[in-house]
Nanobody, 126 residues
Framework: QVQLVESGGGLVQAGNSLRLSCATS????????MGWFRQAPGKEREFVAA????????TYADSVKGRFTISRDSTKNLLYLQMNSLKPEDTAVYYC???????????????????WGHGTQVTVSS
């Protein structure tokens, strides 16, 4: 099993930045793709960003492209999401996720991931 724990969420004003972290533990050697999803109140969970096993390939939702950066430190079993130029519409619970699938393709669907954290709240005020 793999455990994921997010941190770094909080309340910020629009235009500011936050960095989310996700600490992984357990059978981390089984992890391939990792990603971030978010869920705003009353909305479905949506894809934010994902990265391949060694971080060489990344992909982003159009809504965050150019503002968010996903990165991975496999030596420390950490995943990050640097969020700049935050907007009120970025307000959501952000979830870290990991896949045990050995695909070279970066996953963007939530059903492609096996493990999920409990989430961290990000609130952006206008």
């Amino acid at each position: 099993q793999v455990q994921l724990v997010e941190s770094g969420g909080g309340l910020v004003q629009a235009g500011n930045s936050l960095r989310l972290s996700c600490a992984t533990s357990g059978r981390t050697f089984t992890i391939y793709n990792m990603g971030w999803f978010r869920q705003a109140p009353g909305k479905e969970r949506e894809f934010v960003a994902a990265t391949s096993r060694i971080g060489s390939t990344t992909t982003y939702a159009d809504s965050v492209k150019g503002r968010f950066t996903i990165s991975r430190d496999s030596t420390k079993n950490l995943l990050y999401l640097q969020m700049n130029s935050l907007k009120p519409e970025d307000t959501a619970v952000y979830y870290c996720t990991a896949s045990a699938s050995g695909s070279s393709r970066v996953f963007i669907r939530d059903d492609e991931y096996n493990y999920w954290g409990h989430g961290t709240q990000v609130t952006v005020s206008s």
